[in-house]
């Protein structure tokens, strides 16, 4: 006698859902603000320092903590995401939650590799995206102090780190790494190990 299979993870699913139904209280998903798909607009570097920048700043990095405490992942936000379409990001790094203002890209290596990506505007899903291996790129940091990023870390901490500035850049741009994927390409967050089986793996001939 035939009888319904249910879909796999049933369990994990409920509570993919339930966390991003909390998250997308303060963050701002796709399809319900036209901003996240404009370009942001640069911040005067006079101004970085004035309170209401670093209210602003101090805001993003509450909400990345947040998210953090909530979800157990996510490496960083960009303004746009929080309905501020201005040109800054928090990023969590081992050692600070790093603010950077009106970054542009100098430098993009050569070497380009896929991973597995999730933006916190498009939960849950999964986006399979080819990004350069790293890239350097000019910045000003919170106290409105000129800075360059150049770490090029070949660990995948490091990999991480250069594919998460590039991911939060790209917000600035309006762009989303659902994207730069072919729709066929992107996956549901369901497997809960998905990610212990996600790898780099270098894209040749883009
Ligand atoms: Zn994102």
Redesign the pocket.
Known sequence: MWKPTLSPFRKYKKEVFKKDALVADFIYQIGEYEKLREVSKEISVNKITSKEYQKKFKYIKTCLLKYRKLTGTGRGI?GV?LGIPERFSVIYTREELKIIVNPIVTKVSNKQFIYPEM????NPIIAPTIRPAWIEFTYYDEKGEKQMWITKDNTDQGKILNRVFQ??ID?MEGI??IDLCKSRDLILESDPKFYDNAKFKEVKNV
């Open positions: 960009t995401q933006c916190m505007s498009a991911h939060e917000h989303i790494n």
